[in-house]
């Protein structure tokens, strides 16, 4: 049978290309198309010369190794050691699942015509099953990963928390968002964001009805807000450059993330507003308070 190193080239540098595009998906790292085909022509060309030289299997396996760190390092060229081995690991991953689906598609198309030399399936099936073995593979796992990625994005960084204020309390679900940094400029204190629906039991119901009028200056004679100990806390957002939050100080929050954390230094600034469309949350935590005890 005649087999065509040309075609065989073609396979290698096809998939070599998609697993390593794979790899880079489920490790979320920046690629540049053109390392990752300068690593896959040197993966095809070695897949060529292990075709024609015959290697002994543990020299094999050596290169082998070698060659798949080549090109890691040359798709992924600012990684260190340590990413360096996570790569490395994505890759053989993502290497034994279309490993397995190209099987999968030969036991369906059950060609005749296959022989094995040096550790490679040839014949007259390999352009087509390696094409659509490549794009179900990569299929799978973009579809995977961003299963996995919206599944930590939204369930993963969600916990609860529970505000003390004058004997009340009041038990929320909150986000965990990595990019709030928010806090009360005199004093430094970290700011918990909080739904004004949701702190209906902890403050008077009437200052929440009327946020907008207290940061107009106009103060209700009805309560004695000094009580409560308000604060204007200024923040600045993606359209709002120069906003302004009313905020108090409770007695102590509670947190129920990995470890229950009982946090008496923290202002809940109230959020005239739906933090979240489907309710998933309704108030913001900063990552800061949750490394602090």
């Known amino acids: 049978m005649t087999i065509y190193l040309d075609i065989v080239l073609f396979e290698n540098i096809f998939l070599n290309f998609i697993i390593i595009l794979s790899t880079a998906i489920i490790g979320k790292t920046q690629i540049k198309v053109i390392r990752i085909f300068i690593a896959s022509l040197i993966g095809g060309l070695f897949a060529i010369c292990n075709y024609i030289i015959n290697l002994d ?3 094999g396996m050596i290169l082998k190794l070698l060659i798949s760190l080549i090109m890691i390092k040359i798709s992924f060229f600012n990684c260190n050691l340590k990413k360096l081995i996570k790569q490395l690991m994505f890759f053989y991953l993502v290497s034994f699942t ?7 598609l030969l036991f369906f198309i059950n060609p005749q015509n296959i022989i094995i030399k040096s550790n490679h399936l040839v014949g007259s099936y390999p352009l087509k099953v390696a094409i659509i ?3 179900i593979g990569f299929l799978i796992f973009f579809i995977i990963s961003k299963m996995i990625r919206n599944n930590f994005s939204k369930k993963s960084l969600l916990c609860d928390i529970e505000i003390f204020n004058n004997g009340n309390i009041k038990k929320i679900k909150t986000m965990i968002d990595t990019g709030n940094l928010l806090k009360e400029p005199i004093s430094k204190t970290d700011v918990v964001i909080v ?4 702190l209906k ?9 009327n946020l907008q009028a207290i940061l107009q200056g106009e103060w209700l004679e009805s309560e004695n807000l000094h009580s409560y100990k308000l604060k204007l806390i200024p923040f600045s957002s993606l359209g709002n450059d120069n906003g302004l939050l009313i905020g108090f100080k409770p007695d102590y929050i509670k947190i129920y993330s ?5 946090r008496n230094d923290v202002l809940i600034g109230i959020y ?3 933090l979240t469309k489907n309710n998933l949350y309704t108030s913001l935590i900063g990552i800061d308070i949750l490394s602090k005890k």
């Open 57 to 59: 299997w543990i020299l």
């Open 98 to 104: 279309f490993g397995g689906i190209a099987f999968m």
């Open 133 to 135: 073995s490549g794009i």
């Open 195 to 198: 739904e004004k629906e949701s």
């Open 201 to 209: 039991n902890i403050i008077s119901k009437d200052i929440l009805d």
């Open 258 to 262: 990995e470890e229950e954390c009982v």
């Open 272 to 274: 005239d507003g739906k």
